[in-house]
């Protein structure tokens, strides 16, 4: 029902824009977030983006590099992501949840596969 797309190989500094395309479910009565895992590492929070848009949370680490927006026509999300540094390299998901502004992974209903973002030095 979650499906994301856009992650690749990139050089540090360089941009990646990834996709979520939702299916199966009302997708304007859901906040989406996203989240990363990074080999070794627990899956960590993002952003988290409101069911209207109107409000968005970002993790400290963001510092201002990713933009999440959505578009409630086309059930899909997406996250602009600047400045990439090779931190940034995880598996990104996409997730779906009833609540408000929900940072938990445990307050997630449904979650896509993720997509591999690499970052190069």
């Known amino acids: 029902q979650l499906v994301e797309s856009g992650g690749g190989l990139v050089q540090a500094g360089g941009s990646l824009r990834l996709s979520c395309a939702t299916s199966?479910?009302?997708?304007?009565?859901?906040?989406m977030g996203w989240f990363r895992q990074a080999p070794g590492k627990e899956r960590e929070f993002v952003v988290v983006i409101r069911r209207d848009g109107g409000i968005t949370f970002y993790a400290d680490f963001v510092n201002r590099r990713f933009t999440i927006s959505r578009d409630n026509a086309k059930n899909t999300v997406y996250l602009q992501m600047n400045s990439l540094k090779p931190e940034d390299t995880a598996v990104y998901y996409c997730?779906?949840?009833?609540?408000?502004?929900?940072?938990?992974?445990?307050?997630?209903?449904?979650w896509g596969q993720g997509t591999q973002v690499t970052v190069s030095s």
């Open positions: 199966g479910l009302t997708f304007n009565n859901y906040a």
């Open positions: 997730a779906a949840s009833p609540g408000t502004m929900p940072r938990r992974r445990t307050d997630y209903t449904y």
